[in-house]
C-alpha cells in the first residue's frame, strides 16, 4: 500500500505567488554584471597607397542579458568574550593636575618630557586606571611586577598611589629602561 501526499491548494498557491514574486524581482533588478570591455578596432595596415575614405557604419549597441547573482550571506561574527579580570575596577581619584606632573618630572629629572608622554598614553593622568592585563596606575605597572614591589617594600595596591607607582615606574626605568612601556 503506497501513500502519496498530495500537497493542499494553499501550499500550492503560496508556492506559486513565492515564485512569481521572486521572478519579478529577478527581471526588474537593476543588473550588477560588470559592462563588458571596450572592443579595440582592428589594427590598421599601413600601405603606399594613398588612403581611400570608408562611409561610415553603425554598430548597433550591445547589451548584456541581466545577471543572475543569489543575494550574499555574510555569517554573524562572534567575538569571543574577555577574559574575566580579578583586578578591582578603574578608580577616579582626585589630585591636583600640576602636582603629578611635578612629581613626575622630579623623579625622572632629564627624563621628564619621555616620561610625561608615557603616562599620558599608558593612563592619560589618571592614577586609577586598570589596563585589560591588570596593569595598575600612572605608568600601568604590569602584575608580573608583584615580586618586585614586595622586595623595595611596595605593596601591589599602592600602584594606584602616584607617588609609589611613580617610584616604583623610575626603578624598573633605571633597570630596563623605556622597554617595558608599550607607548615610550
Not at 47 to 65: E, G
Not at 95 to 115: H, L, R, V
Not at 162 to 183: K, M, Q, V
Request: aromatic share 8%; charged share 10%; hydrophobic share 35%.
Amino acid at each position: 500500500m503506497s501513500t502519496s501526499r498530495k500537497p493542499s491548494k494553499p501550499l500550492t498557491i503560496v508556492t506559486l505567488l513565492l515564485f512569481a514574486g521572486i521572478a519579478m524581482f529577478v527581471l526588474t533588478a537593476p543588473s550588477i554584471a560588470p559592462e563588458p570591455p571596450p572592443t579595440a578596432a582592428p589594427p590598421v595596415e599601413t600601405t603606399t597607397q594613398p588612403p581611400t575614405t570608408l562611409p561610415p557604419t553603425t554598430v548597433p549597441p550591445t547589451t548584456a542579458p541581466p545577471a543572475t547573482v543569489a543575494p550574499a550571506t555574510v555569517p554573524p561574527t562572534t567575538t569571543p568574550p574577555a577574559p574575566p579580570t580579578t583586578a578591582p575596577p578603574a578608580q577616579t581619584i582626585e589630585y591636583e593636575p600640576g602636582s603629578i606632573e611635578n612629581m613626575i618630572c622630579t623623579a625622572f629629572g632629564d627624563q621628564c618630557s619621555k616620561a610625561l608622554s608615557v603616562v599620558h598614553c599608558e593612563s592619560r593622568f589618571n592614577p586609577g586606571t586598570v589596563g585589560a592585563a591588570g596593569e595598575r596606575g600612572l605608568f600601568q605597572i604590569h602584575p608580573v611586577h608583584i615580586p618586585y614591589l614586595s622586595d623595595r617594600g611596595m605593596s601591589w595596591e599602592a600602584m594606584f598611589d602616584p607617588a609609589s607607582n611613580i617610584a616604583y615606574a623610575h626603578d624598573l626605568y633605571s633597570r630596563s629602561g623605556w622597554g617595558p612601556w608599550t607607548c615610550a
